[in-house]
Structures are given as structure tokens and as C-alpha cells.
């Protein structure tokens, strides 16, 4: 079964807006990471954030393990946000060590 | 900081071919990763290693081969292409199974 929901699927901004991204998972986590995937595909990493809350900017994660949950938040959405966002998480819930990705949040920004 | 670079970029071939991707990293770190991402999908993890000559199966680890001939590289065999068969090949690396750092990824269409 899908081990990572990532909601919502796509979402269009207004330049200025906020956005909450969401990622549930289905087992416990060991660990947990947020990526930007850019148009080409590379990913670059947001947060590394298997528990609590982190703020880099206009980004802040929170982790709530016990919930099974993890946000991005972004404040005063700029059009360069625009893309595709991932949430990965880390667990040994199988007796290994596995890791999973969530399908991804399509972002737009528009002026 | 680091790099990752994998090789070779684009890689076309024919079904039933053998291929082989690559992977290089300078952030000296013990454990690095191949996952496969398709259109539609999240990325799912193929093979992993926590150190030289060390491999753990993924998910998605039949039809597949991997090798870790030293700390800094980490390679990947498709042991028989498929037909048709179009994804993305992404390394990574990390310290422990923390906070992973991807490379630009290797693009595979097979004829």
C-alpha cells in the first residue's frame, strides 16, 4: 500500500498567498525530508526534519511524529516557488531499513 | 559541500539490452541510494548501500543489479531492458540514513 499521502495533489496561488503542504504516512518514521524537484528533475533539499518544527526563510516544516504528519508551509508565495514538491520518509517498521516517497504537490504561482 | 554526478546523462537502448548507470559523490558519505521515478509516480527506491561492497534490497529491486566498489561510487545494471521502457534513475547519498542529497539523475528510454 501507499506508504506516503501527499496532499493536495496541485494547488494555484495568487503571488502573496500562503501554502500548507501535507504529508501523511501510513507507518512510524525514522526520517523525514522535504524536496523541491526542479522542472529537469533534480531535487534539491528543503528541510531534513524527522521531528519538530525548522524555518529557513519563508519555509517552515513541523514533524509531528506520534500524528504520522509532516507540512511545508510557505508564506507570501513568490511565482520562482512554482514546481513540484516531495516528501520523503525513513522507516525500519519491516525489521529494514526502507525509504518512501509521497507522489508530489504541483505548485503554481501566478502574478 | 559536495557534489554528486551521474553518468551518463541519457541513455538510450535496445530491449533486452544490459545498461549500466553510474554514480560518483565527494561528500564522503557512507550511504548512498538508486531509486527510479516514473511519470505519474514517486520515486521508489531500487538499491541501497551502507558501505563498500555493502548492498540492501529495495522495493523495486528485481531486474536489477547494483555494485558498490568504493566509498564514492555506486553503480546500477538494468539486467535486461524492457521495451518501451521510459524513467528517471536518481543517486543519493547521506551520512547514516539522515538528510539525503540527489544527483541530477540518469534518463532512460528503451527502443
Known amino acids: 500500500g ?3 499521502q501527499q496532499s493536495p495533489a ?5 503571488e502573496g498567498e500562503n ?3 501535507q504529508c501523511n504516512f501510513s507507518t512510524s518514521l525514522n526520517s523525514m525530508q522535504w524536496f523541491y524537484q526542479r522542472p529537469e528533475g ?3 533539499s528543503l528541510f531534513y526534519n524527522p521531528s519538530g518544527t525548522k524555518q529557513s526563510g519563508r519555509l517552515t516544516s513541523t514533524t509531528v511524529i506520534k500524528e504520522r504528519r509532516s507540512s511545508l508551509h510557505i508564506s507570501s508565495s513568490q511565482i520562482t516557488d512554482s514546481g513540484t514538491y516531495l516528501c520523503a520518509m ?3 517498521n519491516t525489521g529494514y531499513q526502507n525509504f518512501y516517497f509521497g507522489k508530489g504537490t504541483s505548485l503554481t504561482v501566478i502574478p | 559541500g559536495g557534489i554528486i554526478t551521474q553518468t551518463p546523462k541519457f541513455l538510450i537502448g535496445q530491449e533486452g539490452q544490459k545498461l549500466t548507470l553510474k554514480c560518483q559523490q565527494n561528500f564522503n558519505h557512507d550511504t548512498m541510494y538508486w531509486y527510479r521515478q516514473d511519470s505519474g509516480k514517486g520515486l521508489r527506491l531500487i ?3 551502507i558501505t563498500e561492497n555493502d548492498l540492501q534490497k529495495g522495493d523495486l529491486s528485481e531486474g536489477y543489479d547494483a555494485s558498490r566498489e568504493k566509498k564514492s561510487s555506486f ?3 538494468v539486467t535486461s531492458a524492457q521495451k518501451n521502457e521510459m524513467a528517471v534513475f536518481l543517486c543519493a547519498s547521506s551520512l547514516g540514513y539522515a538528510e539525503q542529497f540527489f544527483g541530477p539523475g540518469t534518463r532512460l528510454t528503451v527502443l
Open chain 1, 42 to 44: 533534480s531535487l534539491v
Open chain 1, 2 to 4: 501507499q506508504q506516503v
Open chain 2, 75 to 77: 553503480s546500477l545494471t
Open chain 2, 47 to 49: 538499491y541501497y548501500s
Open chain 1, 10 to 14: 496541485s494547488l494555484v496561488l495568487q
Open chain 1, 19 to 21: 501554502a500548507e503542504l
Open chain 1, 90 to 92: 525513513g522507516s525500519s
